[in-house]
C-alpha cells in the first residue's frame, strides 16, 4: 500500500523558519522524483520545489529560491522542505508529490500558516 505522510507544519510568525517532512512506504522511492506543491485559499495548486530521484538536482518556484531547500534520505524513503524566512504569502496546504515511470503519488497534506 502506496503512503506518503507529510508533518512538520504548523504556525509560525513571519520570519521564522519550519520543516516538513514527508515519509514514504509502499513503492520505490529511491527511483521517483521527489516534490513539494503547496495550495493556497481559492488558487491553484502550485509546484514549490523538486529534487532529482539522487538528489543530485533540485528546482525551486522563483519566490521561494534563497528561502527554501529541498532534500531527501532515500535511505529513509523520505523527502523534506526546510523553510527559512518565510512570509505570510507561504501561507497554504504543502503536500508532498513522488513522480515516477507510473501514476503519481501524493500525500494528504499539511497545514502551513505564517501569520503574526
Known amino acids: 500500500q502506496v503512503q506518503l505522510v507529510e508533518s512538520g507544519g504548523g504556525l509560525v510568525q513571519p520570519g521564522g523558519s519550519l520543516r516538513l517532512s514527508c515519509a514514504t512506504s509502499g513503492f520505490t522511492f529511491s527511483r521517483y522524483v521527489g516534490s513539494w506543491y503547496r495550495q493556497a485559499p481559492g488558487k491553484e495548486r502550485e509546484l514549490v520545489a523538486l529534487?532529482?530521484?539522487?538528489?543530485?538536482?533540485?528546482n525551486y518556484l522563483d519566490s521561494v529560491k534563497g528561502r527554501f531547500t529541498i532534500s531527501r534520505d532515500n535511505a529513509k524513503n523520505t523527502v523534506y522542505l526546510q523553510m527559512n524566512s518565510l512570509k505570510p504569502e507561504d501561507t497554504a496546504v504543502y503536500y508532498c508529490n513522488a513522480r515516477g515511470a507510473g501514476p503519481d503519488y501524493w500525500g494528504q497534506g499539511t497545514q502551513v500558516t505564517v501569520s503574526s
Open positions: 529534487i532529482s530521484s539522487t538528489g543530485g538536482s533540485a
